[in-house]
């Protein structure tokens, strides 16, 4: 985007789905991405691409089978490592968890951290396993240093655009928009 429009100043802030939702309401950012839903009706909300979570284990883990499946039923045996309250991918999960007949108090949950690359290097180092979004393990799928097991039943989450419904906005704002809506089409994975 930066190279189409070079004159645009974009500035990237990063936060949980509770934090991108509260700048977008409070006017400080003018388009966010979650990956939760969202439920103020006063805001725009725009599906861009569904993501896909695993489970994520270190290889020597006696869950690791080499790319198969696991039941959160095993899940729950082990030490699990989850991020902080108000992340979107930990919401997702306990929603989850219920829909499948499991309390989420039943998952042994021995740290909480605010940084996906801290999670997955907990996990890395044998701390806990924990469940995170497929899309951000490219590097580590491709090093060996995580293994990743598909859920059973399978867990699917929408990532969205959410920005004001009736604010006025800069053509800049809508360039912006269209700019991530077509790279959503056009980069499925």
Do not use: W
């Not at 929603?95 to 801290?118: C, F, R, V, W």
């Not at 490219?138 to 009736?166: A, C, M």
């Amino acid at each position: 985007f930066k190279s189409k429009y070079p004159d645009v100043n974009l500035r990237l802030k990063v936060s949980n789905t509770d934090g991108i939702v509260s700048m977008v309401e409070h006017n400080i950012i003018d388009l966010g991405v979650v990956e939760a839903p969202v439920s103020n009706k006063n805001l725009a909300v725009e599906v861009c691409r569904t993501d896909r979570l695993v489970a994520i284990v270190p290889p020597n883990h006696p869950l690791s089978n080499d790319g198969g499946t696991v039941k959160l039923e095993e899940i729950v045996k082990y030490p699990y490592i989850c991020r902080e309250e108000g992340s979107g991918t930990r919401e997702v999960i306990l929603d989850y968890l219920k829909e499948t007949g499991i309390e989420p108090s039943a998952l042994n949950i021995i740290m909480e951290l605010g940084s996906l690359e801290a999670l997955k290097g907990a996990v890395e180092s044998g701390i806990g396993i924990s469940i995170v979004s497929r899309a951000t393990l490219v590097k580590e799928i491709k090093l060996g240093t995580l293994n990743v097991l598909e859920l059973d039943p399978p867990l699917e989450r929408p990532f969205s655009f959410v920005h004001q419904k009736h604010k006025f906005r800069q053509r800049a704002m809508d360039e912006l928009l269209e700019f991530a809506q077509r790279y959503c089409e056009t980069h499925p994975g």
